[in-house]
């Protein structure tokens, strides 16, 4: 047996449960147009993937290989992803009233945001299914992610952006070799050329959720919590949520660690932050509902978290609700602030979605919804460098 055979059995649909094959190129669910996320073959990994396993394995993503889609070790393209340090931040922690705070510091990865996760996963899965050319809407960081595994994987990359992307990541994804579109509105208006020209057969559809396996990349950062906390997962994750692959993959991945035995059965409480400029997902929350509604003139500073839609709403809602967590939005200036005080107190120079978790913590410690003494991980899901236009 090779050191890391993927245990990839299938697909299903988290909608309607129906299941395809591994082996098809697909997006979404055929008979009901919702995400398909994988399914692994748990009980036959369960004897050979083990904790013990993971030792004198590569720091990056990759060590998971078992329980992550890619079959062929030629296709596990890397750029260094994943892994990334789990920091405790105390002076942070001090200053808000919190004593176990910690900071998951997805900023280092390659392209400065764990865009990358999700992107080598998507690419390389891709690649591996016979896939010639790919596409991707985005804000900004999705892009240059796609771009960088792109030009990895020697494939071409046509991003999609709104126009006032700030700069920075247009000198980025050019010089990452990917043909860019400036798009005259949101992500979403981005999303629907992208899907026009994947259905006049230009190339693959590489938009959140709407592949299988952008979600997997992102759910390594829920192995690597547990892990880096020694098996023993904290009490409360708080995510800044755009179209929420990521807080979807990190409870999946949770339910796979059960199966095999390696976490019980208590889970952390799933806090999902969004910009009161664009907070469909709270809204949802709040109102009770399964689908979130479309948010209207949508505006933050934080434009990963400018997604008026998202594909996997009730997905990031039931991790929310199954988890006892909560969803809540915080103002342009709150992240403003929060990046200052992150940046000055721990070192740290954050994108303006990843101070939003900071932002979040006085009003969930305000309403009883932490505790001081909990232990909770803020996901510091980009790098600030991007974002230079915000502190000129
Ligand atoms: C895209 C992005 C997010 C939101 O991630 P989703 O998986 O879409 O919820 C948060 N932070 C940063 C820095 C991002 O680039
Ligand atoms: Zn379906």
């Known amino acids: 047996m090779r050191m890391m055979q993927s245990y990839l059995s299938h697909l299903e649909c988290g909608w309607c449960g129906k299941t395809y094959d591994f082996r098809e190129i697909l997006n979404l669910c055929p008979a009901c147009g919702k995400p398909l996320l994988p399914r692994y073959d748990l009980d036959a990994a369960?004897?050979?993937?083990?904790?013990?396993?993971?030792?004198?394995?590569?720091?990056?993503?990759?060590?998971?290989?078992?329980?992550?889609?890619v079959q062929g070790e030629s296709f596990r393209y890397t750029l260094g992803e994943g892994f990334t340090p789990m920091l405790p931040v105390s002076r942070l922690g001090k200053a808000l009233g919190l004593s176990q705070l910690y900071a998951k510091d997805e900023?280092?990865?390659?392209?400065?945001?764990?865009?990358?996760?999700?992107?080598?996963?998507?690419?390389?899965?891709?690649?591996?299914?016979?896939?010639?050319?790919?596409?991707?809407?985005?804000?900004?960081?999705?892009?240059?992610?796609?771009?960088?595994?792109?030009?990895?994987?020697?494939?071409?990359?046509?991003?999609y952006l709104p126009q006032d992307v700030p700069p920075a990541f247009l000198a980025e994804i050019k010089a990452l070799g990917a043909e860019i579109t400036?798009?005259?509105?949101?992500?979403?208006?981005?999303?629907?050329?992208?899907?026009?020209?994947?259905?006049?057969?230009?190339?693959?559809?590489?938009?959140?959720?709407?592949?299988?396996?952008?979600?997997?990349?992102?759910?390594?950062?829920?192995?690597?919590?547990?892990?880096?906390?020694?098996?023993?997962?904290?009490?409360?994750?708080?995510?800044?949520?755009?179209?929420?692959?990521?807080?979807?993959?990190i409870w999946k991945a949770?339910?796979?660690?059960?199966?095999?035995?390696?976490?019980?059965?208590?889970?952390?409480?799933m806090i999902s932050v969004q910009s009161a400029g664009c907070a469909p997902i709270v809204r949802a929350y709040e109102q009770g509902v399964e689908l979130a509604e479309m948010w209207q003139n949508a505006a933050t500073i934080a434009d990963g978290l400018r997604v008026p839609a998202a594909v996997g709403d009730f997905l990031i809602l039931?991790?929310?609700?199954?988890?006892?967590?909560?969803?809540?939005?915080?103002?342009?200036?709150?992240?403003?602030?929060?990046?200052?005080?992150?940046?000055?107190?721990?070192?740290?120079f954050v994108a303006p979605e990843a101070a939003a978790t900071a932002a979040a913590l006085p009003h969930l410690l305000a309403a009883g919804k932490i505790q001081a003494d909990e232990r909770i991980v803020l996901l510091i899901t980009g790098n600030g460098l991007k974002y230079m236009h915000l502190l000129a």
Do not use: H
Request: hydrophobic fraction near 40%.
């Open 318 to 348: 039931r991790a929310v609700r199954e988890s006892g967590g909560t969803a809540l939005a915080v103002s342009d200036d709150e992240i403003r602030a929060a990046q200052i005080e992150i940046g000055r107190s721990e070192g740290i």
């Open 107 to 159: 900023g280092i990865n390659p392209t400065g945001s764990f865009k990358a996760r999700g992107l080598v996963m998507a690419v390389s899965r891709a690649a591996e299914l016979g896939v010639k050319a790919l596409a991707i809407p985005s804000a900004g960081n999705a892009g240059s992610a796609a771009a960088a595994y792109g030009a990895r994987a020697g494939l071409p990359v046509y991003v």
């Open 182 to 249: 400036l798009v005259d509105g949101l992500i979403t208006d981005c999303a629907k050329l992208v899907r026009q020209g994947a259905d006049e057969g230009r190339w693959f559809d590489l938009s959140t959720l709407k592949e299988p396996y952008r979600v997997e990349g992102k759910k390594t950062m829920g192995y690597e919590i547990a892990e880096q906390m020694g098996w023993q997962l904290p009490d409360v994750i708080v995510y800044p949520t755009g179209g929420g692959t990521g807080i979807v993959g």
């Open 46 to 69: 369960k004897a050979n993937f083990t904790p013990e396993r993971l030792k004198n394995r590569p720091k990056s993503l990759w060590r998971y290989g078992e329980m992550l889609p």
């Open 254 to 269: 949770f339910a796979e660690m059960e199966a095999l035995g390696w976490i019980g059965s208590k889970r952390p409480r």
